[in-house]
């Protein structure tokens, strides 16, 4: 782009223009796979130029277990509204019925419960989502359980993150609480960043701030890049 970034994204398993069930992934690993053939696809495209890995909600958890299994890979990583405490936390009954049940119908899935409302508070965004023919409301036993067994071990790391971290988190998400992500920075050592924000919401790069946050971003990348 103009500011001389190449950006790479792709549709995780389960989701977008991915084969498969909506919201179904056999394992967490499929996850940690896909980044293995996103870091193939750059390597062949882009050479040996430096790699930043960019993680929204549920993707920030997903993408700080693969760094720090994977410390020699990324220059830098960014964590955006993370999935490490919910507002609304589900019942420990309802976790472990869902691990129960995980192991006879992995592929069950059920309504995330997300109200599109809460993604953010300029309307036309939300309209834009309500409206996308490729978001869904499934979240399958197996990506549930998923996603939580990393959201744990992320809850229970102290020490050293491998590489520059910047964590970002609106204290107004109604989704996602900036709490965990706090906690989280506090937790862990190393050049670690954490920028907290009010009257946005859930996907602060669709926001009212979002051009402000990307300027500040690519400030930051400057900074631990160069």
């Known amino acids: 782009n103009s500011k001389g970034y190449s950006i790479v994204a792709y549709d995780k398993g389960g ?41 929204q909600s549920m993707g920030t958890p997903v993408g700080l277990v693969y760094v720090l299994r994977n410390p020699n890979v990324f220059k830098a990583a960014i964590g955006s509204s993370g999935w490490l405490r919910l507002v609304k936390e589900p019942s420990l009954l309802t976790v472990k019925m869902a691990a129960v049940l ?89 050049d670690v960043t954490f920028w907290s924000f009010s009257g946005t919401y859930h996907e602060l790069h669709h926001d009212k701030e979002a051009d402000e946050i990307f300027q500040s971003q690519l400030t930051w990348l400057e900074g631990v890049l160069f």
């Open 15 to 55: 989701h977008g223009k991915s084969s498969g069930k909506r919201g179904c992934i056999p394992d967490i690993d499929v996850y940690f796979e896909e980044i293995d053939s996103l870091i193939g696809y750059c390597a062949n495209h882009y050479g040996d130029l430096p790699l930043v890995l960019y993680g």
């Open 102 to 190: 995980e192991k006879v119908l992995p592929c069950l899935t059920l309504s995330n419960g997300l109200d599109p409302k809460q993604i953010s508070t300029l309307q036309e965004e939300v309209e834009l989502f309500k409206n996308d023919p490729l978001v869904h409301s499934r979240i399958s036993l197996s990506l549930g359980n998923g996603i939580l067994g990393l959201v744990n071990y992320l809850n229970a790391y102290t020490g050293p993150f491998p590489v520059p971290l910047l964590l970002m988190h609106s204290e107004d998400d109604p989704i996602t609480a900036w709490q965990g992500t706090n906690d989280l920075a506090t937790r862990l050592e190393g």
